[in-house]
Structures are given as structure tokens and as C-alpha cells.
């Protein structure tokens, strides 16, 4: 899957797409507004993939303590101060899918 394809289903689907890893349905989830179902697939998933989006989960809801234990989890540093969460959220979508390749 490519990331433009995961924008795709982030617009049009009712459910993340087949085959794709708990992390990347996590991100799924939160683009579509859902961090509820983010957090729970991340949560889930015990891989460094995993850890790295529950860290921007966490950063994004203001957990910065959290989202810091997070990121080492992951082996991540937290991202440089003024980062969006956006650009944040297309990194690890970008990466995370390369992986997958």
C-alpha cells in the first residue's frame, strides 16, 4: 500500500484497509478522528512500529511525560520542537508503510 492509498481509505472506507498492520490502523483511526480506536490498536501492538505511534498519540492529546516513554520505546527521539502533528502523522505513515514493502 502506498501513502497516498492510505489517505484514500482514510477519505472514502468505513474501515481500515485489509492486511494493514496495527500500527497503520491505528494512524488510520486517528485520521479519521477516533483516537479511542488509535490508541487500542497501538496499544496492542508490543512492536517498536507500535510504540512510535502510541508516542504521537500521546503527544498529541498533551501527554508529553507519556508520549516521552513512548518514544523510547520505539527508539525515537520526540520530534524537533514545532513539528505539526500532521507532518509527524506522514512520517510515520510513510515509513511504517515502507516497511511493509
Known amino acids: 500500500m502506498s501513502f497516498a492509498d492510505l489517505q484514500h481509505s482514510v477519505a472514502r472506507d468505513s474501515a481500515p484497509p485489509a492486511g494493514a498492520s496495527p500500527a497503520v490502523q491505528a494512524l488510520w483511526h486517528d485520521a479519521r ?3 479511542e480506536a488509535a490508541h487500542a ?6 512492536s517498536a512500529a507500535g510504540s512510535w505511534v502510541h ?7 498533551g501527554d ?5 516513554y ?3 520505546r520505539a527508539g525515537r527521539s ?3 520542537s514545532g513539528t505539526s502533528l500532521e507532518t509527524e502523522w506522514a ?3 510513510r515509513a511504517l508503510l515502507e516497511l511493509a514493502k
Open 33 to 35: 478522528g477516533d483516537w
Open 41 to 46: 490498536c497501538a496499544q496492542d501492538d508490543e
Open 55 to 61: 508516542a504521537y498519540l500521546h503527544r498529541k492529546e
Open 64 to 68: 508529553l511525560g507519556n508520549a516521552g
Open 70 to 72: 513512548w518514544y523510547a
Open 78 to 80: 520526540r520530534p524537533v
Open 91 to 93: 512520517e510515520i505513515a
